[in-house]
């Protein structure tokens, strides 16, 4: 599964690596992705989100109601 968040859709970034001789290297930078389970109280179940740390923190301030309705807005289904 690709590294990207449902919630903020944070996607990895590329650059590149460069060493001591200045040689570069292709890198990317994935965003930091947790699964976390929440309970939904509208549909009286749990949905498993796969968010990155700021996602979470959105959720943690907006409820899951709120975060649910913006995943399910962007068009990704939960």
């Not at 690596?17 to 939904?40: A, G, M």
């Not at 899951?64 to 962007?74: F, G, K, N, S």
């Amino acid at each position: 599964m690709s590294a990207h968040c449902m919630l903020s859709g944070a996607r990895p970034g590329f650059g590149n690596t460069i060493s001591h001789s200045h040689r570069r290297t292709s890198r990317r930078f994935n965003p930091n992705i947790q699964s976390k389970r929440y309970w939904l109280p509208s549909e009286g179940r749990h949905v498993r989100l796969r968010l990155s740390t700021k996602g979470i923190k959105t959720v943690d301030t907006i409820g899951v109601e709120a975060a649910v309705a913006r995943i399910r807005a962007r068009g990704v289904k939960v």
